[in-house]
């Protein structure tokens, strides 16, 4: 088994390291809490952006963080911001609108190929979105990846994300995904790992996962060879995993249990340590395991209208109409279902003191 990364090869599996067999238990921790990224949902109302009730939900989730004392980081235009059907105009407005609503947090932005073309892969598709966000001051950006950037061989595919690096100014998280998440794409190779880990723009990166635990594998990568590499869990199937190892989550579900998941990451840690907190997450997961559900195509992407469900249903946003361009809606009831999935998760709420999470 291989732990040593002068053995690694572009094509050496998981399987073959010695991180693939490292257990969740191994990398508990009860001293750190990391920060919190909530893939921030832009709402719409008449076909519309809701601007008060983007800022409305923001506000609420800042005073989450704020009472359980959780660093909070919130991702602008990425998936849950419907970053795919933004224009470069709404892109813009979106960092604006919130810069001016709330000054100091940090944000990271969401970055992907845009007008990407054939099958030659062009770094520069990458330039607009990091023209625009880079404008701001307090900014990280998130390289989504493009299928023309995921079809290149594993050298090919580093010295790409290597040439993206260059027009980057601030700090960079690299995002990788499973083919659970779109067919064409391939999560990121242990070698591949440890080259981006080490370029000294990426200072963190977020993986996708829902069959493989690969954040699993790269949490004890990055633990064992101590690389200054922060991994980000967007496992939405697995939200209780990042917390118990006292490393961030990058999710969609940070917006629908946000108080939730802010008040486990406190119950965690020494000091405030309540074994409640394991109810607290199975709690959250039933829920999220309901907004993130797959459809019979095996896609989960129509959770952006299930978190939008939610959130009018806590009274957060006053409709639960997704980008008009977007094809991702939940068929039937959603409401009906989505109180029924609240009904766990308000009860524990409610015995935990959990203020910010009650039916409107």
């Known amino acids: 088994m291989i732990r040593n990364a002068d053995k ?41 952006p809701d601007w008060k009730g983007f800022e409305k939900s923001i506000r609420w989730m800042i005073e989450c963080g704020e009472t359980a004392g959780v660093e909070m980081a919130f991702v602008l235009n990425a998936d849950t ?7 470069p105009e709404l892109y813009t407005e979106v960092i604006q609108r919130f810069r001016a609503a709330f000054p100091d947090p940090k944000i990271i932005c969401g970055v992907t190929a845009v007008g990407a073309r054939g099958d030659q892969f062009d770094p520069e598709w990458y330039h607009p979105h990091l023209d625009i966000a880079q ?34 100014t601030v700090p960079a998280l690299a995002h990788a995904l499973e083919p ?6 391939t999560p990121f190779s242990p ?28 949490a004890a990568m990055c633990r064992d060879l101590g690389l200054d590499f922060a991994p980000h869990s967007g496992d939405d199937f697995g939200i209780a995993s990042a917390i118990k190892m006292g490393l961030p989550l990058l999710i969609g579900a940070g917006v629908s249990a946000c108080p939730l998941i802010c008040k486990a ?3 965690w840690l020494n000091g405030s340590y309540d074994p409640r907190v394991y109810k607290l997450f199975e709690a959250f997961q039933s829920l999220e395991d309901a907004v993130f559900r797959l459809d019979d195509q095996g896609s989960a992407a129509a959770y952006k209208h299930s978190t939008a469900v939610v959130l009018q249903l806590l009274g957060i946003i006053a409709s639960s109409e997704v980008h008009p361009d977007c094809p991702d809606i939940r068929p039937g ?9 609240l009904i766990r ?10 203020e910010g999470f009650r039916l409107a």
């Open 265 to 267: 990451r406190k119950l």
């Open 191 to 218: 070698w591949l790992l440890h080259e981006i880990a080490n370029h000294e723009k990426y200072v963190g990166g977020k993986i996708s996962t829902l069959d493989e635990p690969h954040f699993l594998y790269w």
């Open 135 to 168: 404008d701001d001051s307090n900014v990280e950006v998130m390289i989504m990846t493009s299928q023309q950037l995921n079809a290149l061989d594993t050298e090919r595919r580093r010295d790409a994300y290597f040439e993206i690096a260059e027009h980057i």
């Open 345 to 354: 998760p308000l009860r524990i709420a409610d015995r935990l003191g959990i």
């Open 180 to 185: 659970a998440f779109v067919p064409w794409a």
């Open 8 to 48: 690694l090869k572009p094509d050496t599996p998981w399987s073959e390291t010695i991180w693939a067999q490292a257990t969740e238990e191994s990398l508990a921790n009860h001293d750190t809490s990391a920060r919190l990224c909530v893939a921030t949902l832009l709402p719409f109302r008449n076909q519309k």
């Open 333 to 341: 009831d959603e409401h009906t279902r989505m109180k029924e999935a």
């Open 81 to 87: 911001g419907y970053i795919f059907n933004l224009s």
